[in-house]
């Protein structure tokens, strides 16, 4: 049973466009919300974060939209560029309990010069 | 942010045999996660390493197969046994600092 989804296991876009990485989650708990981008041969790096609090977190280029209502959640890059090639992986967590991440299967974002 | 250092970064093990690898963290911290990464599957955690206590294993997961110790608040190691290629994957180590996680380069792992 995945609690958090990413549907979409690759996306391409040219350099300057906007990105837009989806995620899912089923379980009504989790409370905070974080994107992680991954390059080869290098662990997860944190990139943002969205508590459910709120609806909107802008940091730069990226910015994490969260829908709680339908449990879905989203990741703008604007403007793509091409060292944001990378696989992205979506996590959610309770906040107040331990630091423990639940983490989708990550989207491979191709981004073209 | 932290600065996490796993070792090996990969390693060809032949099955049977067991594999210990270590996370060094540049500050002491309460709670290092590890994780594993099997090929086109999402990070699952293994199980959760405090200092002083047992650790706590997710379903799926035992002691036996994958020992952890915990001797201080800057280090762990994680002992992936009696290997076979299932077991092949990345493991990560992590911990908690702020808003968010932060986790070692990984060590990829392949069983043979």
């Known amino acids: 049973d995945q609690q958090v989804k990413q549907n979409s296991p690759s996306l391409s876009v040219q350099e300057g466009r906007i990105s837009i990485l989806n995620c899912d989650y089923t379980?009504?708990?989790?409370?905070?919300f974080l994107w992680y981008k991954k390059y080869p041969a290098e662990g997860p790096t944190f990139l943002i974060s969205?508590?459910?609090?709120?609806d909107k977190n802008e940091d730069g280029r990226f910015t994490v939209f969260l829908n709680k209502s339908a449990k879905h959640l989203s990741l703008h890059i604007v403007p793509s560029q091409p060292g944001d090639s990378a696989v992205y992986f979506c996590a959610a967590k309770r906040q107040g309990g331990s630091e423990k991440l639940v983490f989708g299967k990550g989207t491979k974002l191709t981004v073209n010069p | 942010s932290a600065v996490i250092s796993q070792k090996p970064s990969r390693d060809i093990c032949q099955r049977g045999t067991s594999l210990t690898i270590q996370c060094q963290v540049d500050s002491q911290v309460t709670m290092m996660f590890w994780y594993r990464q099997q090929p086109g599957q999402s990070l699952t955690l293994i199980a959760t390493a405090n200092q002083g206590s047992e650790a706590t294993y997710e379903s799926g997961f035992v002691i036996d197969k994958f020992p952890i110790s915990r001797p201080n608040l800057t280090f762990s190691t994680l002992t992936v046994s009696n290997m076979s290629p299932e077991d092949s994957s990345i493991y990560l180590c992590?911990?908690?600092?702020?808003?968010?996680?932060?986790f070692g380069q990984g060590t990829r792992l392949t069983v043979v």
């Open positions: 969205i508590s459910s609090i709120k």
């Open positions: 379980n009504s708990m989790f409370d905070y």
């Open positions: 992590s911990v908690g600092r702020g808003q968010g996680a932060f």
